[in-house]
C-alpha cells in the first residue's frame, strides 16, 4: 500500500511538472512571437528613417 501511495504522488508530481513547463512553454512562445512582432514592426520604423536619411546606416543596424 505504502508503495502504491509514493508511486500515486510520483505520477502527480511529473504530471504537475509536465503542467506548468507546458505553460512556460506557451507562455515564452507567445512572449517571443510578441516581442518579434514589436521588432519586426521597430525594424520597418527604422527602415523607413533610413530611407529618408543616408544608406550608409544600413550596415551597422544589421550588426544589432
Not at 512582432?37 to 544589421?62: A, C, I
Amino acid at each position: 500500500m505504502k508503495i502504491n501511495e509514493e508511486f500515486i504522488m510520483l505520477v502527480m508530481a511529473g504530471a504537475g511538472l509536465l503542467i506548468v513547463l507546458a505553460l512556460c512553454m506557451a507562455a515564452l512562445y507567445k512572449w517571443i512571437t510578441f516581442l518579434n512582432g514589436k521588432m519586426t514592426r521597430y525594424g520597418m520604423h527604422v527602415h523607413q528613417m533610413l530611407k529618408t536619411d543616408e544608406s550608409d546606416n544600413k550596415n551597422v543596424n544589421k550588426g544589432d
